[in-house]
């Protein structure tokens, strides 16, 4: 009675699993119809996404939909998954950004990279009024528990200076000597 029982249970289960497995595919077809038809082409690249390793990834629901929200019209979006929190990476407009969020689609910081075009007007006549002689170099835009900030790297011949902006008020936060006297 026992080997009966065995073979109709396996039985059973390879009868269901290319059932299971036709089950999961047309979902997953189902899901990229509603995703084509509803948002576009670009969500289908982002939803189902490969990590570093290349290994399958997939993004929650409240989280892409955060991020469609919020970044209209991104492609190539490479995105890793780490204790529970998704951290999205891509080009926008020429600037790389970083996105995290967390698993409730609540976004935790953005960060921006950018070039000295892409400082608003104000801030960057602040700098330049009171880095007179330096070159802006780097520009990070980074938005971060509902407060903006831009840090920004500045250079002239013999110093590199790190500096944030955050409601109008310029701060230094780094200087360095780039080039040092031998002794003699």
């Known amino acids: 009675m026992k080997k009966k029982f ?6 059973s289960v390879l009868a ?5 497995m036709i089950v999961a595919q047309s979902q997953s077809l189902i899901a ?7 948002i576009g082409n670009t969500a289908l690249a982002t939803k189902i996404s490969h990590d570093a390793k290349g290994k399958l990834i997939y993004i929650k629901a409240k ?8 970044f209209e019209g ?3 979006v490479n995105w890793c998954i780490q204790n529970n929190e998704y951290l999205a990476t ?5 600037k790389l950004y970083r996105v995290l969020f967390e698993s409730s689609g609540q976004m935790i910081y953005c960060i921006k990279w950018g070039t000295e075009a892409t400082l608003p007007d104000s801030i960057r006549r602040m700098i330049k009024a009171t880095y007179l002689n330096y070159t802006i170099g780097t520009v990070t835009d980074v938005y971060e528990n509902g407060k903006k900030f831009w840090t920004v790297n500045l250079e002239d ?5 790190v500096v944030r902006v955050t409601d109008g008020t310029l701060e230094e936060l780094h200087h ?9």
């Open 6 to 11: 065995k073979i109709r249970l396996l039985a």
């Open 16 to 20: 269901v699993a290319p059932f299971t």
């Open 32 to 38: 990229a119809h509603w995703l084509n038809s509803s």
């Open 63 to 70: 989280v892409m939909r955060s991020f469609l929200m919020m």
């Open 74 to 76: 991104v492609t190539d």
């Open 90 to 94: 891509f080009l926008k407009e020429e």
């Open 157 to 161: 011949s013999k110093n590199l200076v």
């Open 176 to 184: 360095y000597k780039t080039h040092f006297q031998a002794s003699k």
